[in-house]
């Protein structure tokens, strides 16, 4: 039994909290997305073992308990197989900042769109964020085209600013306004 999930459409993909308690199912799915995964991010340099899954998954729950954050995961049927997070939020200032990820399992089904579109749209319309941005290595083509399809705009880049595996990467600064966000569901 799942107690909170959102359906992502009519294909059964749901969007669940991604909890401590489910280390060990976190671990797995980071374990068969690993390179794939960690091509653009850290994440699969930081989850390595059963204590730093935890730990990472117990980090997000201090961070939603804190309302600076949370960390949403995407099962397909019934595996783990993505997510998607806040990895900052400052509710007082109006701004959060999304991010993801997807095991090569599930690519290509749209599912980073959808989610990210839910916790956007909740965002927006519960939490009153006026400003989500999206922050993404300047290679990482299929999270530039999530940005895309989320409305967002292309504010700038910054030229070597992320130092990742020993070298330097430019990030992408992506970003939509409440308004916009608005304006864009309407037209949907």
Request: hydrophobic share 45%; proline share 3%; net charge negative.
């Amino acid at each position: 039994m799942t107690m909170f999930a959102m359906s992502l459409g009519e294909d059964g993909a749901q969007l669940r909290p991604l909890e401590p308690w489910r280390a060990a199912e976190f671990l797995a799915h980071m374990d068969r997305g690993r390179e794939f995964i960690g091509r653009f991010i850290a994440l699969p340099d930081v989850v390595t073992d059963l204590e730093s899954s935890r730990s990472y998954l117990r980090s997000y729950a201090d961070k939603a308990a804190a309302d600076t954050g949370g960390i949403y995961g995407i099962w397909a049927e019934d595996t783990l197989v993505g997510g998607v997070l806040f990895r900052t939020m400052d509710v007082a200032q109006g701004t959060a900042e999304v991010g993801c990820w997807l095991e090569p399992s599930a690519v290509g089904r749209g599912l980073v769109t959808r989610a990210a579109r839910a916790i956007v749209d909740w965002a927006v319309e519960e939490r009153h964020i006026h400003r989500v941005e999206w922050q993404v290595a300047a290679a990482n083509e299929a999270s530039i085209a999530v940005a895309r399809r989320l409305g967002m705009t292309k504010e700038g880049v910054l030229r070597q600013s992320y130092l990742y595996r020993g070298e330097r990467h430019d990030i992408e600064v992506w970003s939509v306004l409440a308004p916009e966000w608005r304006a864009a569901r309407r037209a949907r």
